[in-house]
C-alpha cells in the first residue's frame, strides 16, 4: 500500500455528499489536506462532467475545478479489455446504464496513475477485490477509510 501523500487521488463524484456533520467534518479535512499541498487530487473527465450538472452547489464546483484533468489520450486494446471487465463486474446483474459511469470513472483514474480512488459507492467498495484483479496499482476506498490510512501512514503504523 502506497503512502497516500505520496500518490495521486481520484475521487467518485458522489464523495462529496455532505450526508450529517461528521461526513462534512471529514469532507473538510480532506479538502484541506488537497488544500495545503498534502494530497494530490485528480478529478477525472467524467467525475468533471458529474460535478458541473448545474444542480451542484457553485462553491462546490469551484473548489474542485483546479484538480479537474481533462483526458486526452484513447483507451488502447488492452486498457480496453480492462474497462469492459471492470464494467461487466459493476454491472453484473444490474442495470447496464446504471454502473457503466463507475467503470468509466474508475478506468479513468488508473490510466490517469491514480493510486487510491476514492467513492461512496456501496456496490464499487463491495467489488475492491474483483476490481483489483483488473487494476492491482489501486485502491478503492470510503472517504473514511482513506482518511484513516492517512492518518495511519502520517502516524507511523504504516510504511
Known amino acids: 500500500m502506497k503512502d497516500p501523500r505520496r500518490g495521486l487521488i481520484a475521487i467518485d463524484a458522489n464523495v462529496f455528499d455532505p450526508k450529517d456533520a461528521a461526513r462534512e467534518m471529514v ?21 468533471w462532467r458529474e460535478i458541473s450538472d448545474p444542480n451542484t452547489p457553485t462553491p462546490l464546483i469551484e473548489r474542485y475545478r483546479e484538480f479537474y484533468r481533462a483526458y486526452e489520450f484513447s483507451p488502447d486494446d488492452e486498457e480496453q479489455k480492462k474497462r469492459q471487465s471492470a464494467q461487466d463486474i459493476l454491472v453484473g446483474r444490474g442495470q447496464k446504464y446504471r454502473h457503466t459511469n463507475d467503470a468509466q470513472i474508475l478506468s479513468e483514474a488508473v490510466e490517469m496513475g ?9 456496490r464499487i467498495l463491495s467489488k475492491d477485490l474483483q476490481l483489483r ?17 492517512l492518518d ?8
Do not use: Q, W
Not at 491514480?114 to 456501496?122: L, M
Open 27 to 47: 469532507l473538510e479535512r480532506f479538502y484541506h489536506c488537497v488544500r495545503t499541498g498534502e494530497l494530490n487530487l485528480i478529478v477525472t473527465e467524467t467525475v
Open 152 to 159: 495511519d501512514f502520517k502516524n507511523g503504523f504504516r510504511k
Open 114 to 122: 491514480a493510486s487510491y480512488f476514492i467513492t461512496g459507492d456501496h
Open 133 to 149: 484483479v483488473i487494476y492491482p496499482g489501486i485502491e478503492i476506498r470510503s472517504l473514511e477509510g482513506f482518511m484513516k490510512i
